[in-house]
């Protein structure tokens, strides 16, 4: 097909024509296949992402990621200060035709709260939901809450009838191992329908003819199909086998821009690449941790050359940073991204100063399956520390294997990526790794440090309703980040999408999530 | 004959045991299935409580214990992944790999064969040489190199073939074959060509050495001396005696057929059961994995034993060696 197709579109005329006889189908070549049709079945933000095409939540995110009405079309917060209420969107239909009422609403994050549903953690602050009228929802939460409105931007809504119809009100529990209907079939308020799915094969989607909303698409097909080898996926933009990949391999990028047919969409990600260090009285090997000391961290951040990291392993593609969260993160502040200054003279000078004995071994902790170029990064800084008299020992293995050793505190220093998804706001790494590990916060501490300063303007912004003023607090939390040196951050990654030129319109977000109610072809 | 038939099928139950239990040893070193499955925000009590719900804190006898009670029954759980049920799952798969190994084997039969009665009926010509030496090229590549290189030339440079997938199929009952579409028939040409292409370069050889051997016997000689065309001599009775040793060849090599699949399938984006294995490895999908390690171990102790039986029965000395060894009295 792909090398008639260039015969095809020879003239305007026959472009006409055969746009009129084939229907605009988008063929999207992922780097992995969905889990299931079930968005509350497996905490995954792709699986999330694709079924945002068929589910939808009460609010979403824009073109500018800025949050919009949805199946809700306003709402506002009680008297009491912890009771949301959402007015409802009318004439909103699903696909098999029911109406949209203030009980789906409530079904659904009833069902996502479900102690069994491995996505209880988008919804923190919940506690329960009730029907006001056909058209009015009120969810009460546990506190003064902020962030509502940015969790839900992930929370899809079920059909209530549908649910209670095919026994599928609860999530699929995994520990009980039966298997639910909604891992199997879709019905949503979306811009598109699930028409088939072969698991790792294809799935495909519809538009939907009734859709609610005024389609800013022109796309009446998607075929998603997964390609895991990178080299294959490539081959198969260039032969026009598929049109779209959400994962240009950033080693092929040269050959894909040379390709004709093809066009690369190249951005900065929201994922800020951090090292963390281990603040526990001892390393991993039992000798005194001398990275409790702030000078130390702060030695370790002069002796990293941030520049030839964007250069010589980024390939100049990555955005060089200092501060915890991306400049379109609210709460970020310019004071806070001034690049510390390779020195590694005055890193080596620092380190004696704070007693660090010469050579001093401690294990570095990468992903093989993580960030962009995760392997060559840690190989450079591992390089970069060796040059100030230190001995890191890289340790990479697959997420998988990695993630257990993080987690239990055996790693001296390691690699963390953090986008603030889904939230899009500041508080998520301030909440999720700076803050001490006690009870829900903290889950991400790997290194056991504790700043009581930092927690108490974490725990303020957290319940502050007024958002300037909540900013600010996240703000100055994340000056603490900086001033002690708890992480250091390296870069915003690099993302790559890919199309070939047959798809017009493509807008690439920075969350890197790809919405095709935007695209066109 | 029913002593040999018992013992060997105990043989096998208890190489499936050992499997599994070699497999749940390695499970541990694979990582936390929960750190995947949960997201960024669940908290540490939500972590623990979903390993808790999976019985992974459970020693690793227990959970050795428990699937093997659960696979007597025949019950291997639902993906953690997939959330589907394994055994499902698993058959879906297995029509894909299943055509594809076949597919292989044919190929490999096709052009192994004659290019081993050529190279041994012209073993002093340079073609037959370069036969040989590219032979030991087929061999040596890494078939995911085979791959990648099939891609760039059919698919991206001259655009004849599929890249990935299978194309339509078309389900019967419950068995997807990609054989009646042509998309689907299509899709097959390049996997099944990287997969045979170690196969092809073994029938050849093995040929190739049955075929110098039995050129050399007495019918042989006696069927030129009558004067019979050397084509005849050649490609009926020589290539005759060489079959035997070609089609246990064959057999045995289906198993392994399917252990390589697994590269090729990842390559081409085959949806079939190596893949499945691949993806819940990166997963640590655990149900899948013992299922699918126990489905293969069941693929290659039947098809063993198959072979034994045969031999057992087209030469009973076989039968009392295996038992003498075995330490029985038949």
């Known amino acids: 097909m792909g090398f008639r197709r260039s015969l095809l579109l020879a003239t305007v005329a026959a472009t006409a024509l055969v ?122 939460l546990n506190g003064t809450y902020p962030l509502l409105l940015n969790d839900l931007t992930n929370i899809h809504i079920f059909d209530k009838t549908w649910l209670v119809e095919n026994n599928a009100e609860k999530p699929t529990d995994i520990g009980a191992g039966v298997e639910g209907f909604a891992t199997y079939h879709a019905n949503g308020t979306g811009p598109f329908i699930v028409e088939s799915r072969q698991p790792d094969a294809k799935t495909v989607f519809v538009k939907n003819p009734d859709w609610w909303d005024t389609p800013q698409h022109n796309i009446d097909r998607i075929e998603l199909t997964p390609v895991t080898s990178a080299a294959t996926r490539v081959a198969a933009l260039l032969s026009g086998e598929i049109n779209f990949t959400n994962d240009a391999p950033v080693q092929d990028l040269p050959r894909l821009e040379a390709a ?77 991204d001034v690049l510390p200054g390779y020195d590694p003279d005055a890193a080596k000078a620092m380190l004696a100063e704070a007693g660090v004995p010469e050579g001093l071994e401690f294990n570095f902790n990468c992903l093989q399956d993580g960030l962009v170029n995760e392997e060559q990064i840690c190989q450079a800084v591992a390089s970069m520390w060796s040059r100030v008299g230190l001995a890191p020992k890289l340790d990479v293995a697959p997420r998988a294997v990695q993630t257990p050793k993080r987690t239990n505190g055996q790693t001296d220093t390691y690699t963390l990526g953090w986008a603030t998804l889904p939230m899009l706001d500041a508080y998520s790494p301030l909440l999720q790794i700076f803050h001490t590990k006690e009870g829900n916060s903290g889950v991400f501490n790997w290194g056991g440090w504790s700043f009581p300063e930092l927690d108490a303007l974490v725990q303020e912004a957290g319940s502050e309703l007024d958002t300037q003023k909540r900013l600010g607090l996240e703000t100055d939390a994340l000056k603490v980040v900086k001033d002690e040196f708890i992480m250091l951050p390296l870069h915003q990654q690099p993302m790559a999408w890919a199309v070939t030129t047959d798809v017009k319109e493509m807008p690439l977000f920075p969350d890197n999530k790809p919405r095709l109610w935007y695209a066109k072809m | 004959m029913l002593a040999f038939l018992i013992k060997r099928t105990a043989n096998g139950i208890l190489v499936m045991l050992a499997v599994a239990f070699l497999a749940f040893m390695i499970f541990r070193f694979f990582g936390d299935p929960v750190e995947m499955m949960v997201n960024e925000q669940a908290t540490q009590a939500e972590r623990a409580e979903l390993r808790e719900r999976l019985g992974l804190n459970d020693g690793f006898l227990v959970q050795y214990a428990r699937f093997v009670t659960n696979a007597a029954q025949g019950e291997f759980g639902i993906s953690y992944r997939n959330q589907q049920d394994v055994m499902v799952l698993i058959g879906e798969r297995f029509p894909a790999t299943f055509e594809l190994v076949i597919v292989a084997t044919v190929l490999s039969l096709l052009v192994g064969i004659p290019l081993g009665v050529v190279t041994a009926i012209h073993r002093e010509k340079r073609a037959a040489d370069a036969l040989q030496i590219g032979s030991i090229v087929g061999v040596s590549l890494p078939s995911f190199v085979v791959g990648i290189l099939l891609i760039l030339v059919f698919s991206v440079t001259l655009g004849w073939l599929p890249a990935f997938g299978r194309g339509e199929t078309v389900d019967i009952g419950w068995w997807s074959t990609g054989f009646l579409t042509p998309s689907g028939r299509m899709a097959l040409v390049l996997p099944a060509l990287s997969l045979s292409l170690f196969q092809i370069t073994l029938v050849m050889r093995l040929v190739r050495a049955e075929m110098l051997e039995t050129m050399r016997t007495d019918f042989v000689k006696f069927a030129r001396a009558r004067g019979l065309p050397a084509r005849t001599i050649h490609w009926r009775h020589a290539l005759r005696n060489c079959l035997m040793p070609v089609i246990t060849l064959t057999g045995m090599q289906i198993g392994n057929l399917i252990a390589f699949a697994l590269v090729t399938e990842t390559v081409f984006q085959w949806p079939g059961m190596g893949l499945l294995f691949i993806q819940a490895v990166t997963f640590v999908d655990i149900p899948v994995m013992a299922a699918y390690l126990m489905l293969v171990s069941f693929i290659f102790v039947t098809l063993n034993t198959l072979v034994d039986v045969t031999y057992a029965f087209v030469d009973p000395r076989l039968k009392d060696d295996a038992l003498a060894a075995g330490g029985a009295r038949g």
Do not use: Q
């Open chain 1, 19 to 140: 746009s009129a006889a084939e229907a605009n189908t988008l063929k999207w070549g992922a780097n992995r296949d969905i889990g299931s049709l079930d968005p509350y079945s497996y905490g995954d933000s792709f699986t999330i992402n694709v079924l945002n095409h068929v589910y939808e939540g009460l609010v979403r995110y824009d073109r500018d990621l800025k949050i919009e009405p949805a199946l809700a079309t306003s709402w506002e917060i009680m008297e009491d200060g912890v009771t949301w209420r959402f007015t409802l969107r009318e004439g909103v239909k699903f696909h098999n035709g029911n109406d949209f009422t203030a009980e789906d609403v409530v079904a659904s994050l009833e069902r996502v709260s479900d102690e069994t549903s491995p996505l209880k953690g988008n919804l923190p602050a919940y506690v329960s939901s009730k029907v006001v009228d056909d058209h009015t929802v009120d969810v009460t």
């Open chain 1, 260 to 336: 004709p047919n093809v066009d690369v969409l190249e951005g900065v990600d929201l994922r800020t690449v951090m090292i963390g260090f281990s603040f526990r009285d001892a390393l991993a090997n039992g000798e005194a941790n001398p990275f409790k000391d702030v000078k130390v961290r702060e030695a370790m951040y002069k002796a990293i050359d941030l520049e030839a990291l964007h250069k010589k392993v980024m390939r100049g593609k990555s955005r060089v940073a200092a501060a915890a969260v991306a400049p379109p993160i609210p709460g970020y502040d310019e004071a806070l």
